[in-house]
């Protein structure tokens, strides 16, 4: 059960997105955020509340499918490009081009040589993304391996929840250390000074929420922030790079 | 508040269209939903509750901005074609192709020539898509003058709900006679054998939710349909061919 | 070989189109023409020929690939709307929705039931564009089974034209008679006075083009109009409606 | 008028480009050619014949108007990216992303920043295609300013161009030394390693056509190519690494 005072703190943080939608709107400002994380991190839900109260027509999620036949031989990016925001816009990508780095080279839908093109080429992707004035925030949100177990048997059992369920989250679980080694190659090589990853500890689903759409609001500038709501403390989110990967923090 | 019996009842409703897509899905069908309603009438709230268990992938909601220059001087339905649901699709059109009859027409933004070609044209139009095994369903959410008023006020206060006022949204109450003058036309012209309007009592919001869901799951076949849950009375909705318009019934 | 004074014609044609052109974007028309016709009766060349000497940019060569596999289940007519002619734009359709009347029907790549339907469906959206101020032109190329032959086999050596060479224009000779049926019941059934069928003599590839041209002509108003040129006598276009189809006038 | 031994030559060459597209066809290569040049350098007559017995499904000319409103704000490659070359497609840009080293530089369309900004990142750009197995031939068109005078006065006259004339070009021959200038160091930085110019000498359009047409051959591997017809020396082309800019060689 969410507390009253968490409910409270969710209205302030939503008034506040609104305010950056604003801002974002009127300054001709361009937002983009990729949420990547295994299967049942909590991209969902996140995407839910982060758009919650947002404006739908300058507000975009992009989830796209797995690439049909012709895709798969264009340029790689190709197919995210035609999504990425314009002025104004706030883009949330639920799951992106980092694919590749995770479930593609995991479950072996791309090839070794394409792996190691993109991870070179993804450098390149977005230096000149920032360049062009959009403003890139990946959240890598992190869950343990029991957590997870819980959650994909909740939604095996939730009638509601059907539809989540696909082949490759059954695998989820037997893949577990492929993908913590897949997650600590990306987030070691792909954390780039223009566009760093943060890592948000996710075993709470709604502290969770609570302080990434906090600390998403504290990175931007937009008109009446409300600084005091903001500068409480964020114990579940690192930038990576103060993080030990060695260590493999996140199991 | 909603009492627990709704709730429950709720709970049960959105189980129903988990399973209705499910046949969607494995059956190929097409589903089209229009919802139609002057401002503040409920339609984006109704959506929300429609499609909040429903598998993205396969859902659309279509909520098309006006026409930009070109799109005006197209083949009037051209744009909206484009977002026709194929084998497999849930798709619901907020607000549709009925603009032309309602906004359109007491607002002035089209000619009264377009206004008749539409009124003509639309019935063609949607005998081609039932003929396509379309299946075509139009709600028409109905309230009162004085709830209109209400919700527009409680809007304009609430700092969550900013981006939903529209200066056209300011004179809904002023050209209140003249929307219900294009409504009635509306009903009464396009009220066809293949595709009927249902028009909805919408000044409670939450009864309305269920009815709508109701009445929609009850006007489809699906595996495990649960007769029971729909067989309950609908006190709220009612095809526009029983309602004697002359009468002005819903103000 | 072409005749100098034929090569003198064409010339005029081809400034009369620019004039058309030009009246087209001025006045913001819609002009669409299909192109229908047997495999080799001449309807690239035709195309090559209209376009030759019109501004790309608002000039659209519409030839679509088989429809793939989502596109089947759509409606019919969605995957040819959205190139439809917007204002001031000058469209040309090589192979058009009759497909459904002629190479689908005798290959049997629809059903019988979707054949009727398209039957039906086609009256009443070629109405709606007519009724939109789309200008919509129809031609059918006609050729003998025996140019076609010869046609088909020049192909086959020509080293140049590999890539017309198709599975489907093998079996054009073999299955003559049918699509002789199916061109007579589609000439017979959507010729319609807001919307009729020419049916063009297409023997003599290059009278050919000089007759459809001057005959597209002349159909249409424009400033500056060279009545003089247009005036000559047509003898290989006629309206549909004045062949005796019984009589099987093309082979 | 073009000699008979031209023709003949034209005629061999167009073979090799119907072979060259059967092996992008068969392979699954993806070629992308851009043609550069000042108005009236020739590009419209090299696309022609590049593609005239090429098979129009793989192959596609990309002419793009001026962005519009909401494409002035996106990341500037964006609306190139969609025109791309998948496998076993022949795509010609005609004009390119290098409009912003060129007309917009000189015209002012584009601020310092933006041309900056660009000459950056084409470099990043380009690589990431040639990472993704994009075989990219860039060519720039030259012409003398004596010769651009001559056909834009042609054009004027020729009531067949009409269309071809843009406020633009009437300021060609106005900011020749611009024009110049920006070219020089357009071909000066970004002439890669892994995407390198070639400027092509347009004095003389036929015979551009054919060293043109024989130089891509060369470069390409493909089955049956005719060795013989290749072999032969190109006075009008070269890499732009072996001309010295600081002498303007190409006025």
């Keep these: 059960m969410v507390s009253k005072a968490d409910k409270a703190k969710m209205h302030e943080l939503y008034i506040e997105l609104v305010k950056l939608q604003r801002e974002i709107i009127a300054s001709g400002l361009k937002l983009l955020i990729l949420l990547e994380g295994r299967d049942a991190a909590g991209k969902d839900g996140t995407v839910k509340r982060l758009i919650k109260h947002l404006s739908p027509r300058e507000t975009r999620v992009v989830a796209l499918n797995k690439p049909d036949s012709r895709e798969t031989t264009e340029w790689y990016f190709q197919r995210y490009t035609e999504h990425l925001p314009a002025a104004g816009e706030f883009v949330i990508f639920n799951r992106s081009w980092y694919n590749r ?125 409300n600084e005091v709501l903001l500068s409480g403390d ?6 990576v790079r103060i993080l030990d990967l060695k260590k493999d923090l996140y199991q």
């Design 234 to 239: 964020l114990n579940l989110i690192n930038p």
């Design 101 to 225: 780095a995770g479930v593609e080279k995991v479950m072996g839908f791309c090839s070794d040589e394409q792996y190691h093109d993109f991870m070179q080429d993804v450098a390149l992707f977005e230096e000149m993304l920032c360049n062009s004035d959009i403003m890139l925030i990946k959240y890598y949100l992190d869950i343990s391996k029991k957590e997870q177990k819980k959650r994909l048997d909740d939604r095996r059992k939730d009638p509601l929840k059907q539809w989540k369920i696909s082949p490759i989250d059954k695998k989820a679980q037997k893949h577990w250390d492929d993908y913590s080694e897949a997650r600590d190659m990306m987030l070691d090589r792909t954390d780039f000074n223009f566009a760093p990853w943060y890592v948000v500890d996710s075993e709470n689903k709604d502290a969770m929420h609570l302080e990434l759409i906090q600390h998403l609001l504290s990175l931007l500038e937009y008109k009446d922030k």
